[in-house]
């Protein structure tokens, strides 16, 4: 049975810092392209950033880039979002997601991911 356990939210000031983890079991985590999405009210869920299974490359939304990061820990089946400089517009649930195989044409559609974490709010405070 494969689980994957959201972590690390919480409330915070803009301006500041959060560390998501995302907690892997039934599938073989080495493998997997990894995924973080989210989803605020009232609006679809969309595409924050993805690793691939080495961790050596990553993607990331326009939205987000340069301020957040993702990485993973092969060893300890997680992987991680470090959000800094977090604005009220990055207020959202925040899920993560394998991936059956790497496809550089589809990394950033739900739909191509076939796991999902229960997710965990984040929220940024003006």
């Known amino acids: 049975q494969v689980q994957l356990v959201e972590s690390g939210g919480g409330l915070v000031q803009a301006g500041g810092s959060l560390r998501l983890s995302c907690a892997a079991s039934?599938?073989?985590?080495?493998?997997?392209?990894m995924g973080w999405f989210r989803q605020a009210p009232g609006k679809e869920r969309e595409f924050v950033a993805s690793i691939k299974w080495s961790g050596l490359t990553t993607y990331y939304a326009d939205s987000v880039k340069g301020r957040f990061t993702i990485s993973r820990d092969n060893a300890k089946n997680t992987v991680y979002l470090q959000m800094n400089s977090l604005k009220p517009e990055d207020t959202a649930v925040y899920y993560c997601?394998?991936?059956?195989?790497?496809?550089?044409?589809?990394?950033?559609?739900?739909?191509?991911?076939?796991?999902w974490g229960q997710g965990t709010q984040v929220t940024v405070s003006s």
């Open positions: 039934g599938l073989p985590f080495s493998s997997k392209p």
């Open positions: 997601a394998a991936a059956p195989y790497w496809d550089s044409s589809r990394y950033y559609y739900t739909t191509f991911y076939n796991y």
